[in-house]
């Protein structure tokens, strides 16, 4: 689940990054033909990503709306408003967003979070389904288990396993068939159908009634757990999104870590001006009418680099750290190392706070000014 919930975080924030520039040219609509195979992982995101050919490895797919009518022999990971699947896939699916159908075998287990999810008739899911939206539909067998959380729960077919609900209404129809126990939290009585079978127990939970002192303690436990995930899901985040700018734009990437170390302390002035004058500039735009857009998209763009900065100075901690240490390591595992070595920075009390501002000052005047290159290059090639 860390996999999939910080994936999918990493996916939203990816989108973001086409407000840039450097992605003006990425098409709007990117499809992967019917004819053609892709022998390793096969990375997507557009308005529209149709996947219709095979793919041997995972898929990371992003979009508005997303297609797959292809085969993955691997593992799907994908984020979209709306999300249908009519290709097999050969692992795990984890997917997010506002509706998502399922309409053909998988070969693993499925892990979703929607506001709409639908296993429709002819679904097979050979692992276990666990999730949280807000109605699901389960019409397709499940050999395993079942965990999830919703409004509106139907259950219309055979599952393997033992099903765990927390819910508003849950039913199972004449169609469905249990082979385990049904647990289910709610305040209203499953609805069970004539003809619908449980071989192992039903079983009606009820949220406990807390102590004032109680819930306290319980919020205090949760918010702490909140930032704790929140923290790891920052991590994970910023590796993912790194590694989409490495296979999607190597060379960009590339050049921008070369433009940061090239002049650290004219990049470090550079990124120290933009990022104290550009609140000002955002906000004295605010004041009228006509420069409010031109604040919003200032101000967007602003955090966009804030958070671009630490993807690339976390990989030149890295790649200084191993060439350091005479290893040799591929872009992505510098990467990794790179984030999880300036997280520790960071963490380190006053030193890792004067490290970060250095840091984000460094890391957004090395993307101005490879920035101000690329728009310079197009110029002279009157590309714009």
Not at 79 to 96: D, E, F, P, S
Not at 296 to 303: A, D, E, P, W
């Given at each position: 689940?860390?996999?999939?919930?910080?994936?999918?975080?990493?996916?939203?924030?990816?989108?973001?990054?086409?407000?840039?520039?450097?992605?003006?040219?990425?098409?709007?609509?990117?499809?992967?033909?019917?004819?053609?195979?892709?022998?390793?992982?096969?990375?997507?995101?557009?308005?529209?990503?149709?996947?219709?050919?095979?793919?041997?490895?995972?898929?990371?797919?992003?979009?508005?709306?997303?297609?797959?009518?292809?085969?993955?022999?691997?593992?799907?990971?994908?984020?979209?408003?709306?999300?249908?699947?009519?290709?097999?896939?050969?692992?795990?699916?984890?997917?997010?967003?506002?509706?998502?159908?399922?309409?053909?075998?998988?070969?693993?287990?499925?892990?979703?979070?929607?506001?709409?999810?639908?296993?429709?008739?002819?679904?097979?899911?050979?692992?276990?389904?666990?999730?949280?939206?807000?109605?699901?539909?389960?019409?397709?067998?499940?050999?395993?288990?079942?965990?999830?959380?919703?409004?509106?729960?139907?259950?219309?077919?055979?599952?393997?396993?033992?099903?765990?609900?927390?819910?508003?209404?849950?039913?199972?129809?004449?169609?469905?068939?249990?082979?385990?126990?049904?647990?289910?939290?709610?305040?209203?009585?499953?609805?069970?159908?004539?003809?619908?079978?449980?071989?192992?127990?039903?079983?009606?939970?009820?949220?406990?009634?807390?102590?004032?002192?109680?819930?306290?303690?319980?919020?205090?436990?949760?918010?702490?757990?909140?930032?704790?995930?929140?923290?790891?899901a920052q991590l994970i985040s910023l590796f993912v999104v790194g590694l989409l700018i490495l296979k999607l734009m190597p060379a960009y990437f590339k050049r921008t870590v070369?433009?940061?170390?090239?002049?650290?302390?004219?990049?470090?002035?550079?990124?120290?001006?933009?990022?104290?004058?550009?609140?000002?500039?955002?906000?004295?735009?605010?004041?009228?009418?006509?420069?409010?857009?031109?604040?919003?998209?200032?101000?967007?763009?602003?955090?966009?680099?804030?958070?671009?900065?630490?993807?690339?100075?976390?990989?030149?901690?890295?790649?200084?750290?191993?060439?350091?240490?005479?290893?040799?390591?591929?872009?992505?595992?510098?990467?990794?190392?790179?984030?999880?070595?300036?997280?520790?920075?960071?963490?380190?009390?006053?030193?890792?706070?004067?490290?970060?501002?250095?840091?984000?000052?460094?890391?957004?005047?090395?993307?101005?000014v490879e920035e101000k290159g690329f728009y310079s290059l197009l110029h002279q090639k009157k590309l714009i």
């Open positions: 689940m860390k996999k999939f919930s910080l994936f999918i975080l990493i996916l939203l924030l990816f989108a973001s990054l086409f407000t840039f520039p450097v992605l003006a040219q990425e098409r709007k609509t990117i499809l992967l033909p019917k004819n053609e195979t892709v022998n390793k992982d096969y990375f997507a995101a557009g308005s529209n990503v149709i996947l219709s050919g095979t793919v041997n490895g995972d898929a990371y797919l992003a979009g508005g709306n997303v297609l797959v009518d292809g085969d993955i022999n691997g593992d799907l990971l994908v984020a979209g408003g709306n999300v249908t699947i009519h290709g097999k896939v050969a692992h795990n699916i984890r997917a997010l967003g506002g509706t998502i159908n399922f309409y053909a075998p998988v070969g693993g287990n499925i892990s979703v979070a929607a506001g709409q999810v639908t296993l429709a008739d002819g679904t097979t899911v050979s692992g276990s389904l666990a999730g949280a939206a807000g109605s699901i539909d389960i019409l397709g067998p499940v050999k395993k288990e079942i965990n999830v959380a919703a409004g509106q729960i139907n259950i219309a077919s055979q599952v393997g396993g033992n099903i765990n609900a927390a819910v508003d209404q849950l039913t199972l129809t004449s169609n469905a068939s249990v082979n385990g126990n049904v647990t289910y939290w709610s305040d209203q009585k499953a609805q069970i159908e004539n003809g619908a079978t449980i071989s192992g127990k039903l079983v009606q939970k009820y949220y406990p009634v807390k102590k004032p002192e109680e819930t306290t303690k319980d919020l205090r436990g949760i918010f702490a757990g909140l930032i704790s995930f929140f923290k790891i070369e433009v940061t170390l090239q002049k650290p302390w004219k990049n470090i002035l550079v990124g120290m001006i933009a990022l104290i004058v550009t609140p000002v500039i955002g906000f004295l735009l605010l004041l009228t009418i006509i420069g409010i857009p031109f604040s919003f998209i200032l101000l967007i763009s602003y955090v966009i680099i804030l958070y671009l900065s630490t993807i690339f100075i976390s990989y030149i901690v890295g790649q200084k750290v191993l060439t350091y240490l005479k290893i040799n390591f591929p872009d992505t595992l510098i990467l990794l190392i790179g984030i999880v070595l300036f997280a520790i920075l960071s963490a380190i009390p006053i030193l890792g706070w004067i490290i970060g501002i250095f840091a984000f000052f460094l890391g957004a005047g090395g993307i101005l």
